[in-house]
C-alpha cells in the first residue's frame, strides 16, 4: 500500500458568529464548547455543566429557539443568554413534495449561499440526506452537484441545523417535558448531499456527535450513514471518531474507469481505498459497507464489471446498492436499461452479496441522488449560458 498523502484543502469555514450582529450561535457547539462559551460571558464554572445540560435539552431535545421559553432557567440568565447568544438554523428558502412524498428544502446559510436537504418517506423509516459543502470539489462526472463549484464548507451549526429544519417541518419535536419515542418521522440521517464530508470532517464529525448525544435529538449511531467518495486518510477517524455506518461511492472496477468517474480516484486508487475500507467495520463495530454504485450504460454495467467487483470486494462485510442513473439535463450519461440492472444484481447476488437496487425518488423535483444543486447556482449558469449563447 502506498504512503497515504495529507489532506490539504484551502476551504473557508465561517466562524462561530450568528450572522446578525455580533452574538454567538449555540446551534453546532459540542457540550465542551457551549461549556467554554457559557463561561467566557459569566456562567460559574460550577454550574457550568448544569447550565450545558439544561440549554441542551431545549434545544436539541424539545427544539426550543427563544431563551425567554427556557423556563427552568431564571430570568436574569435568560436576559444574559439574550444579550449574547442566538439559536438559529437555516432559513428555508422553499419546500417542494414530490409525487412519491419526498420533500427537498432549500435553504439559505450565512453569506446568502444555499443548499439543498431532502427528507425521504419510506414505511419502516424516515431518512434526512444533508449536505456538508456549499457545491463539491471532487467534480464526478456522472453528479449534477459536481458540476458546481465548491464555495466552502458547512459549519457544524449549519450541518445540525439541517435536521432541525427538517424536525421542524415534520412537526416532531416532543411536548417540552416529555421524552423521544422510538417511532419517527426522522428516524435516518445520510450524509450523501451536496458535498464530501470527509473532506469538512470536524464540522462533520461534531454535528453527527451531537445528532447522537443520548439527552438531544437521539439517533443511534447505526441510523447515521456517511457516504464518501474515497478520502482514505480520513476513513480510520471516521470509525474511532463517529462510528457510523460509512458508504462509499464506489461506482467502477477498474481505475480506468473510476479515474474519469470519481477523480478522486487518481489520488487514492481502488486498491488504497479497498484496503482502507477492509479495515473499517472491524475498528467501528460496523455491520457492513455499503457500496454506491451508479448504473451508467456501456460505462460500467457489464458482467464483467459485475465479476470484478466481487473479486475486489471478497472478504468485507458489504452491501451493493445499484443505484439507477438519475439523468439532469446536460448529463455525459445514460441510465442502463432494466434488464441490464437486474443481469448485474443477479450476479452479485448470486455471489453472495445483497444487491438491492435504489428505487429512484423525487426525479420530478430533481431530489434524487446526484442531482442537487442549489437554485442560486442553476440559475447563475443559466445566465452566463444564454449570454454565450449571445456572444456576450
Known amino acids: 500500500m502506498p504512503p497515504i498523502a495529507p489532506i ?3 476551504v473557508l ?25 457559557l463561561i467566557e460571558h459569566g456562567t460559574p464554572e460550577k454550574q457550568a455543566k448544569m447550565r450545558v445540560g439544561q440549554i441542551w435539552q431545549w434545544i436539541y431535545g424539545w427544539g426550543v429557539r427563544d431563551f425567554d421559553d ?46 439543498e436537504v431532502v427528507y425521504i418517506p419510506e414505511t419502516d423509516r424516515g431518512t434526512l440526506c444533508v449536505s456538508s459543502q ?16 465548491l464555495v466552502r464548507n458547512l459549519s457544524a451549526g449549519e450541518i445540525i441545523g439541517q435536521v432541525m429544519v427538517a424536525r421542524d417541518d415534520l412537526g416532531e419535536w416532543p411536548e417540552q417535558g416529555a421524552k423521544n419515542t422510538e417511532t419517527r418521522l426522522l428516524s435516518n440521517i445520510v450524509l450523501m448531499g451536496m458535498g464530501e464530508p470527509l473532506y469538512n470532517f470536524e464540522n462533520v464529525r461534531d454535528a453527527m456527535n451531537i445528532a447522537m448525544d443520548p439527552e438531544g435529538i437521539q439517533l443511534s449511531r447505526r441510523r447515521i450513514t456517511l457516504s464518501t467518495s474515497g478520502v482514505v486518510p480520513e476513513i480510520a477517524r471516521t470509525a474511532a471518531e463517529i462510528g457510523c455506518q460509512l458508504a462509499v461511492s464506489f461506482h467502477a472496477t477498474t481505475d480506468e474507469v473510476r479515474n474519469q468517474l470519481v477523480p478522486i480516484n487518481k489520488r487514492w486508487n481502488i486498491e488504497t481505498l479497498i ?51 438519475n439523468e439532469w439535463p446536460g448529463a455525459p450519461y445514460k441510465r442502463s436499461s432494466n434488464n441490464r440492472i437486474r443481469a448485474f444484481s443477479d450476479i452479485i447476488h448470486d455471489g453472495g452479496y445483497a444487491s438491492p437496487v435504489r428505487k429512484p425518488r423525487g426525479e ?17 449558469k443559466s445566465r452566463k449560458q444564454i449570454e454565450s449563447e449571445a456572444g456576450l
Request: aromatic residues 6%.
Open 8 to 10: 490539504t484543502q484551502d
Open 13 to 37: 469555514t465561517i466562524p462561530r458568529k450568528d450572522p446578525v450582529g455580533d452574538k454567538i450561535n449555540l446551534v453546532g457547539l459540542t457540550r465542551e464548547k457551549l461549556r467554554d462559551v
Open 70 to 115: 427556557m423556563t427552568n432557567l431564571s430570568k436574569s440568565l435568560r436576559e444574559d443568554l439574550k444579550a449574547a447568544f442566538v439559536v438559529a438554523v437555516p432559513e428555508v428558502v422553499t419546500k417542494q413534495v414530490s409525487e412519491d412524498g419526498t420533500r427537498k428544502y432549500l435553504v439559505k446559510i450565512a453569506g446568502g449561499h444555499e443548499v
Open 134 to 149: 456549499v457545491g463539491c470539489t471532487l467534480t464526478c462526472s456522472f453528479c449534477h452537484t459536481g458540476t458546481q463549484k
Open 275 to 325: 484496503e482502507a475500507l477492509r479495515a473499517y467495520p472491524r475498528v467501528s463495530n460496523s455491520e457492513r459497507i455499503t457500496f454506491e454504485y451508479v448504473m451508467l450504460n456501456g460505462v460500467n454495467d457489464s458482467d464483467e464489471d459485475a465479476y470484478r467487483l466481487l473479486e475486489l470486494i471478497k472478504g468485507i462485510p458489504a452491501k451493493i446498492n445499484l443505484i439507477p442513473f
Open 364 to 380: 420530478d423535483i430533481m431530489a434524487a441522488c446526484g442531482q442537487l444543486k442549489s437554485e442560486t447556482e442553476r440559475a447563475r
